[in-house]
């Protein structure tokens, strides 16, 4: 740095000072190293408080050479330019000197420049004399990153090193997207800082920082959060011996229960395991998962906040359960769709809206009544449910019913062009003229058949082409891998029927060849010739979906394009997600929340250029309302996927 200050070229200095034998010279390499020694000596002038030495070390003596080169006349210019070469010598010089003085504009600034120098070797001296100190937990960012990145690092709420450090374990790989202005290469760089020194800062990365997370391994995940008693899901949550149930309130006594379970939380294994078995049909994973998350809920609030076990809760206890979900604290609180082994992982998003509290209450008073008939609960407090909910719909009739006589007197009258006349036929949406191009009617519900398919007579329900539009409004603008994902995925549940879980767990290897051709008034107009074996609700079942053959062939020209076979039956691609990662065929597909995301995301990108109504009904979609009206071959608004690919 001092050959650098001094004026001394920058590749003789590098080639003197640093390159090895086997080094080559890199412009661009030497540059980026002299900023980042600038940087470095900036922050240990921070660390000791001096700001000024800080903006001294990062100065470049050089521009001011070169503005002193390029601003200065020379006595030949400045004769030529005044018209006095037929002068003497003397007469130029004192000429000269009476315009700029007796140095001259470029005297001055080399002067300025050798002060500059100085004082630049002054303050390497004196950085040099400072004694090596490590970094530590609570320093500033800016102490020890580059000033731009440490501002913006600051500026998203990480102002130490440790509060950094901790965000990063949180988030993973991609910690980087909450940090405006800072991309991967600029936060790999920040990781590997924080790995150089976790020997001396203590803050030790993960190894899921360095990897995206499919590639991690799942064990290696499930480790990130500890077992403790705090807001964790139940397979984390360490509850007390005195808070298991196994002495609860209202424990019946064991001879009178017809379920092996010992505690409150094998009780509500096995209501997990009984639901649906009434019916004859068992319930699905996902109404399971949604049954889980209810139950989760209630135990670590009653664990947590009332200090009880499930088998000790009372009518009130449920009650003031039904007001917690109201209003529940920020730390119960977390961001979406965050992974069960997430230390972001949170019970709740936020209070819960009528209709989720309306299905909260639904599943915990089957809980109950379920405890309470097989003999393990004594008393059934879910009546507790029930009046809370009660008293929370009469509240919310009696606010509408005051905004609506508020907004009585300012209503206008309907606009003819949207509330289109209703069709003769009972159940049908308004008609085609007067909805083209809207989505705002809201459509009749689907005659879902037996087989959990709607018939193509219900492609006109108002639920629009997701992937037909998104191409085109991908024509005019470029559209990313992942929306291309999430058009084949919305084109699997539009065409199949498929629920988000059951696509996300189909393989290439579940695709059969029909023996037999589907009629083609039962194909919609298609040659339906292939079938995807999918669990079905009971799991020792597997239901055989009809698949039509355009979605295979876009399949087909999807692995072909990535070096695989064309035939999705190969043995090659038995493992494969259906919605595999062209890119990285490695990679693992997505999970049921990423295929609601993905079809989330398409809505989100279909919607923005529609009319703020049309907007509105798009986006209030849902995986399971596309899957419910199916588009198949030949249907209106059917277009061939593989036309996409």
């Given at each position: 740095?001092?050959?650098?200050?001094?004026?001394?070229?920058?590749?003789?200095?590098?080639?003197?000072?640093?390159?090895?034998?086997?080094?080559?010279?890199?412009?661009?390499?030497?540059?980026?190293?002299?900023?980042?020694?600038?940087?470095?000596?900036?922050?240990?002038?921070?660390?000791?408080?001096?700001?000024?030495?800080?903006?001294?070390?990062?100065?470049?003596?050089r521009a001011a050479s070169d503005e002193a080169a390029t601003a200065a006349l020379t006595l030949e210019d400045f004769a030529a330019e005044r018209g006095l070469e037929d002068f003497s010598i003397e007469d130029q010089v004192a000429a000269y000197e009476e315009a700029f003085g007796a140095g001259g504009q470029g005297a001055a600034r080399q002067s300025k420049r050798r002060r500059l120098i100085e004082r630049q070797l002054e303050a390497l001296a004196w950085l040099e004399g400072l004694t090596s100190r490590s970094p530590r937990p609570a320093d500033p960012v800016g102490d020890w990153l580059g000033p731009l990145l440490a501002e913006r690092i600051a500026a998203a709420g990480f102002t130490s090193l440790q509060d950094l450090a901790v965000h990063i374990n949180l988030v993973g790989a991609r910690w980087w997207r909450e940090v405006p202005a800072v991309g991967p290469t600029k936060a790999a760089r920040v990781v590997e800082w924080l790995r150089a020194h976790q020997a001396n800062t203590g803050l030790v990365l993960g190894a899921h920082v360095f990897s995206p997370m499919s590639r991690v391994p799942r064990p290696l995940l499930e480790a990130l959060v500890p077992p403790a008693?705090?807001?964790?899901?139940?397979?984390?949550?360490?509850?007390?011996?005195?808070?298991?149930?196994?002495?609860?309130?209202?424990?019946?006594?064991?001879?009178?229960?017809?379920?092996?379970?010992?505690?409150?939380?094998?009780?509500?294994?096995?209501?997990?395991?009984?639901?649906?078995?009434?019916?004859?049909?068992?319930?699905?994973?996902?109404?399971?998962?949604?049954?889980?998350?209810?139950?989760?809920?209630?135990?670590?609030?009653?664990?947590?906040?009332?200090?009880?076990?499930?088998?000790?809760?009372?009518?009130?206890?449920?009650?003031?359960?039904?007001?917690?979900?109201?209003?529940?604290?920020?730390?119960?609180?977390?961001?979406?769709?965050?992974?069960?082994?997430?230390?972001?992982?949170?019970?709740?998003?936020?209070?819960?809206?009528?209709?989720?509290?309306?299905?909260?209450?639904?599943?915990?008073?089957?809980?109950?009544?379920?405890?309470?008939?097989?003999?393990?609960?004594?008393?059934?407090?879910?009546?507790?449910?029930?009046?809370?909910?009660?008293?929370?719909?009469?509240?919310?009739?009696?606010?509408?019913?005051?905004?609506?006589?508020?907004?009585?007197?300012?209503?206008?009258?309907?606009?003819?062009?949207?509330?289109?006349?209703?069709?003769?036929?009972?159940?049908?949406?308004?008609?085609?003229?007067?909805?083209?191009?809207?989505?705002?009617?809201?459509?009749?519900?689907?005659?879902?058949?037996?087989?959990n398919a709607v018939s193509s007579s219900d492609d006109a329900s108002g639920v629009p082409d997701l992937a037909a539009l998104a191409r085109h409004l991908s024509g005019r603008r470029p559209a990313s891998r992942g929306l291309h994902r999430a058009q084949r995925a919305t084109e699997w549940l539009q065409a199949t029927g498929l629920r988000p879980g059951e696509l996300a767990l189909a393989r290439c290897g579940d695709l059969r060849r029909r023996a037999s051709v589907v009629p083609e008034a039962q194909a919609g107009g298609g040659s339906t010739q292939w079938q995807l074996n999918t669990r079905a609700r009971q799991a020792e079942r597997l239901a055989a979906r009809p698949v039509p053959a355009p979605l295979v062939s876009a399949l087909s020209m999807l692995l072909q394009s990535c070096g695989l076979p064309a035939d999705p039956c190969d043995p090659a691609n038995a493992h494969l997600p259906l919605l595999f990662d062209p890119t990285d065929t490695r990679a693992a597909g997505l999970s049921r929340g990423g295929v609601y995301k993905a079809v989330k995301r398409l809505l989100a990108c279909c919607a923005h250029e529609l009319p703020a109504q049309d907007r509105r009904a798009l986006l209030a979609l849902s995986p399971d309302r596309l899957r419910q009206t199916r588009r198949l071959p030949g249907a209106a608004g059917w277009q061939d996927p593989a036309t996409a690919v």
């Open positions: 740095m001092r050959a650098v200050i001094q004026g001394i070229d920058e590749r003789q200095a590098w080639k003197r000072y640093m390159q090895g034998e086997d080094d080559r010279l890199d412009d661009r390499l030497i540059r980026r190293a002299i900023l980042v020694y600038r940087d470095e000596l900036a922050a240990a002038a921070r660390r000791h408080a001096r700001p000024g030495t800080a903006r001294l070390v990062r100065m470049d003596a008693l705090a807001l964790r899901p139940l397979d984390k949550l360490v509850i007390p011996p005195s808070l298991r149930g196994t002495e609860g309130r209202f424990r019946a006594p064991a001879a009178q229960c017809r379920i092996a379970a010992a505690d409150d939380l094998a009780a509500i294994d096995a209501w997990l395991a009984a639901c649906g078995r009434r019916r004859g049909d068992g319930a699905s994973a996902e109404t399971r998962r949604a049954y889980r998350k209810e139950a989760e809920r209630l135990v670590l609030w009653a664990v947590l906040e009332r200090g009880r076990a499930l088998s000790s809760v009372d009518a009130g206890d449920c009650a003031a359960f039904v007001d917690f979900l109201r209003t529940p604290p920020a730390e119960w609180c977390g961001p979406r769709h965050q992974e069960r082994w997430s230390p972001l992982w949170r019970p709740l998003e936020g209070p819960l809206s009528p209709a989720s509290l309306q299905r909260c209450v639904a599943a915990l008073r089957s809980l109950f009544r379920f405890l309470h008939r097989v003999g393990y609960l004594s008393a059934d407090p879910s009546p507790g449910l029930a009046s809370a909910a009660a008293a929370q719909a009469m509240s919310l009739t009696e606010e509408e019913s005051q905004a609506t006589e508020t907004s009585a007197g300012h209503r206008s009258a309907p606009d003819p062009a949207v509330m289109a006349p209703p069709s003769a036929t009972p159940g049908a949406t308004a008609p085609t003229e007067a909805r083209e191009g809207a989505w705002a009617t809201e459509p009749a519900e689907p005659q879902v058949a037996a087989n």
